[in-house]
């Protein structure tokens, strides 16, 4: 099964600084790469998919780049509300497989 | 607005069968756009996908987990569930059920999830 590495797994940043979260698959999967939020205590949601296609309703502060088996999430300015852990998500078959995890922090 | 709930007991003795039903509102679960979908995550842990049911019964299951495993659907209650059975402490998690939007066969992504349902697994 193809594994996915995301680094680092935790990072804390100012707001406004622009953060960067790479995700890695161990054989290419194309764009076949989703990313998801996930707030303390709450249900993932669904932030990218298709490597940089932006989810209904996701702030344009979000965006999403990669293919092959490099990927990153970068969130351009970032703010209060986006402390959370953030998902890769290979999707090109079964079994879909997530990234360990990135936490993002506030400094 | 399609939305899951997650319904069973919140804890479960070792070797036992942990049982869980999603319950879909606000659309069909006989959507042929969709795999239905669990999906687990232990506590302070990351997530691990389970399985996919389609609306036509067929499964798909994560190869770690499918000789434990069984996901079935009820389309006249519009709900899915979930049995794993000769749980350990190791199954302990947050469980949710999830819409999965068919990309390709077997791939999906999960635009909609349920609240989640913790299941301790303890005697």
């Known amino acids: 099964d193809i594994q996915m590495t995301q680094s680092p797994s935790s990072l804390s940043a100012s707001v406004g600084d622009r953060v960067t979260i790479t995700c890695r698959a161990s054989?290419?999967?194309?764009?076949?790469l989703a990313w998801y939020q996930q707030k303390p205590g709450k249900v993932p949601k669904l932030l990218i998919y298709?490597?940089?296609t932006l989810q209904s309703g996701v702030p344009s502060r979000f965006s999403g780049s990669g293919s092959g088996t490099d990927f990153t999430l970068t969130i351009s300015s970032l703010q209060p509300e986006d402390v959370a852990t953030y998902y890769c998500q290979k999707y090109d078959s079964a079994p879909p497989t997530f990234g360990q995890g990135t936490k993002v922090e506030i400094k | 607005q399609v939305q899951l709930q997650e319904s069973g007991p919140g804890l479960v003795k070792p070797s036992q069968t942990l049982s869980l039903t999603c319950t879909v509102s606000g659309g069909s679960i006989s959507s042929g756009d969709h795999y239905w979908s669990w999906i687990r995550q232990p506590p302070g842990k990351g997530l691990e996908w389970i399985g996919y049911?389609?609306?036509?019964?067929?499964?798909y299951y994560n190869p770690s987990l499918k000789s434990r495993l069984s996901i079935s659907l009820d389309t006249s209650r519009n709900q899915f569930s979930l049995r794993l059975s000769s749980v350990t402490a190791a199954d302990t998690a947050v469980y949710y059920c999830a819409r999965g939007k068919k990309v390709q066969l077997w791939s999906a992504i999960f635009d909609n999830w349920g609240q989640g349902t913790l299941v301790t697994v303890s005697s």
């Open positions: 298709a490597a940089s």
């Open positions: 049911i389609y609306y036509s019964g067929s499964t």
């Open positions: 054989q290419g999967i194309s764009n076949f």
